[in-house]
């Protein structure tokens, strides 16, 4: 009985790091589309308002990093000049690969007739659902 214990904490200590390092974020389109909408209707909303930590809210540590205020207002700029303001989306799906779950959308601009591909990539981490990463393309 002894050794089942002491592998179980084994087993537990080996999936720790698996846990931390995150998990995806639904199964189905309704899953995902149902966590990674809000997400976006966030970081538009902050982007539209200029506000980096509405933006930002939902990134994790190392993309904060990665985009800090100062390159947030550089990105902003850069984006408002080339596509315009955010008009509209449409869902096409999403990927997952590894713990991470690639969503993916359709997005209109008003300064340009192309459609512009959205892509947010998230984890499960804990009880949150963190950013990893986001692209305009």
């Keep these: 009985m002894a050794l089942i214990h002491r592998m179980v904490f ?3 200590i080996c999936l720790l790091p698996a846990a931390a390092a995150g998990d995806v974020v639904g199964l189905s ?3 995902v589309q149902a966590v990674a ?3 976006l209707d ?7 308002d200029a ?32 596509l315009g303001n955010y008009k509209s989306r449409t869902y096409l799906g999403f990927l997952t ?3 991470t779950t690639m969503v993916l959308w359709k997005g209109r601009f008003d300064k340009t007739g192309e459609d512009v591909l959205i892509r947010l990539a998230l984890s499960r981490r804990g009880d949150r659902n963190l950013v990893l990463g986001l692209y305009f393309q």
């Design 97 to 99: 690969k590894g713990k």
């Design 10 to 12: 084994i087993l537990l």
């Design 37 to 39: 909408d809000p997400v």
């Design 42 to 48: 966030n970081i538009l909303a902050g982007f539209k």
């Design 29 to 31: 389109d309704r899953e």
């Design 51 to 82: 506000n980096y930590e509405s933006y930002s809210r939902d990134f994790d540590n190392t993309l904060k990093e990665l985009i800090s205020k100062e390159k947030f207002s550089q990105t902003r700029t850069q984006i408002l000049d080339k």
